[in-house]
């Protein structure tokens, strides 16, 4: 399993409108082929700070969402919002407590 960890900041009068796009999107991004867990985290010191965390089954299925047009529809209204460079890690998922 693959983990995809996506941060991301926004400028104050552009939150409403990621969040917007996201909540529009949600579905799509969690229904695509091999996705099969997606969340959204707000960071607690710094409200324009958002992260993704998505888990895929592998890493062919996340380069087919992001050659998708799901990905570049979402990716082009959420690109232009960011106040910082978005960062990006995939990592593998080793062990998981509950």
């Known amino acids: 399993m693959l983990v995809r960890i996506v941060k991301m900041g926004f400028h104050d009068n552009k939150i409403e409108e990621f969040l917007g796009n996201f909540n529009a999107n949600k579905l799509k991004i969690r229904d695509f082929k091999g996705c099969t867990f997606l969340e ?41 919002l960011f106040n910082i460079k978005p960062e990006a890690w995939s990592v593998d998922k080793l062990e998981s407590l509950k």
């Open 40 to 80: 959204l985290y707000r960071d607690k010191n710094n409200a324009n700070v958002f992260f993704t965390y998505s888990y895929w089954e592998t890493e062919e299925d996340l380069e087919r969402y992001r050659q998708s047009d799901v990905f570049k529809n979402v990716w082009a209204k959420t690109k232009p």
